[in-house]
């Protein structure tokens, strides 16, 4: 997903930020996972070469400390400074313990942090669908494909499917209207005014992608539409996904 950025709707700005303390480095040169001495301490995503799982470098705000650490510790960072700058990390705390809990009674063991994420975002879909947050709808549709990408290969199918979504809106301009439910009538609007149809670096992803599985884009882009009826139909994106693809996939 490297080179891809990820569109940033209007958030709440960030109510206080706390004077910048001095960063602790404490990094060191172990793996997190398996604990292997390395010859130097990991300046960015580094592979072990005993377990070869990835490790990450990490500045944690929120006690100001450097750190290698494993993917999951490292989503639950960058987790925590994405609430951190909408002011919420109490609250997203509390989140993170609930479901955490609701989760452990479900599936009668300790769920890793990926499957409360993934719950959680499930939760801000069903949230922003409910509100006709579209933007935001399509920044968690973004953040699940990241989550399958990094699932490993049996999750590919599903992250192109993830893709062609937030490819499908975006070419639809989608936006927030915030759960106002007279929005129209003060100009907003859900969608639009008219389609994108424009190529861009997810276009190249999805292609690479669907050369990596074996299929064509062509082909990707049928084997979606029932995907695409599904999604048109939640979030009454107005213009079909057939009209959309050709010109620009
Ligand atoms: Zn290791």
């Known amino acids: 997903m490297v080179g891809l950025s990820r569109r940033r709707t209007p958030e709440a700005s960030a109510p206080e930020v706390p004077a910048r303390a001095e960063v602790r480095d404490l990094c060191v040169a172990a793996c997190p996972y398996c604990g292997v001495e390395l010859k130097k301490v990991p300046g960015a995503a580094t592979r072990c070469p005993d377990c070869h799982q990835t490790m990450y470098v990490r500045t ?142 997810l276009t190249e992803w999805i292609r690479g992608r669907c050369e990596k599985l074996g299929i064509t884009a062509e082909q990707a882009a049928r084997d979606y539409e029932p995907a695409a009826e599904r999604l048109k139909m939640a979030l009454k994106i107005p213009q079909q996904w057939a009209a959309i693809w050709p010109q620009c996939l």
């Open 60 to 201: 944690d705000k929120r006690d100001q400390t450097r750190r290698v650490v494993t993917e999951e510790q490292a989503a639950r960072i960058d987790d925590a400074h994405e609430v951190m700058a909408a002011g919420d990390l109490a609250r997203y705390d509390r989140r993170v313990r609930e479901t955490t809990d609701r989760l452990r009674v479900r599936f009668g063991y300790e769920p890793a942090y990926r499957d409360v994420r993934w719950s959680m975002l499930n939760e801000d879909q069903l949230t922003h669908q409910a509100r006709r947050d579209y933007g935001l709808y399509r920044n968690t549709q973004w953040k699940m494909m990241e989550e399958l990408d990094r699932s490993g290969p049996g999750k590919q199918r599903q992250a192109l499917e993830f893709a062609l979504n937030i490819f499908y809106m975006d070419q639809c301009e989608p936006n927030n209207l915030g759960g106002l439910a007279n929005a129209e009538k003060f100009g907003a609007r859900p969608w639009g005014p008219a389609p994108k149809l424009e190529r861009g670096s």
